[in-house]
C-alpha cells in the first residue's frame, strides 16, 4: 500500500553554531511571528476546507484533489518551520507549503 503523503528529514552533516545561537534567542522573533502568523490564517482556511471536504467525501467517496494538495502544504510548511525552530535544518524555511 502507497501512502499520499510521506515525511522525512535528512540530517545535514553539519548545522551551523551561528544559526544555531541566533534560532535559540532570536528565532521566536524572526521565525515565530511572521510565520506564526500565516500559518494561524492558513491554518483557519485549513479548518474551513476540511469541514467542506468532509462532506464533498461523505456524498462522493473521494477527497478532491484541490482540497487535499491545499491541507497538505500547510502540514508541510507547518513541518518546516517546526524543523528549523528545533534544530533539525539550517535552511530558513520558505513561505509556502512547497519542499
Known amino acids: 500500500m502507497s ?3 510521506t515525511f522525512s528529514v535528512d540530517y545535514p552533516e553539519k548545522l551551523s553554531r551561528g544559526i544555531l ?5 532570536l528565532g521566536w522573533i524572526y521565525v515565530g511571528i ?3 502568523i500565516a500559518l494561524w490564517l ?7 476546507v476540511q469541514f467542506i471536504a468532509f462532506w464533498a467525501i461523505l456524498f462522493t467517496g473521494k477527497f478532491p484533489r484541490g482540497m487535499f494538495d491545499f ?3 500547510y502540514f508541510r510548511w507547518t513541518n518546516n518551520v517546526a524543523a528549523y525552530m528545533t534544530f533539525m535544518r539550517d535552511e530558513y524555511p520558505p513561505f509556502s507549503g512547497s519542499v
Open 3 to 5: 501512502y499520499p503523503v
Open 21 to 25: 545561537l541566533l534560532k535559540t534567542f
Open 34 to 36: 511572521p510565520h506564526g
Open 42 to 48: 492558513y491554518g483557519i482556511a485549513v479548518c474551513v
Open 71 to 73: 491541507t497538505v502544504g
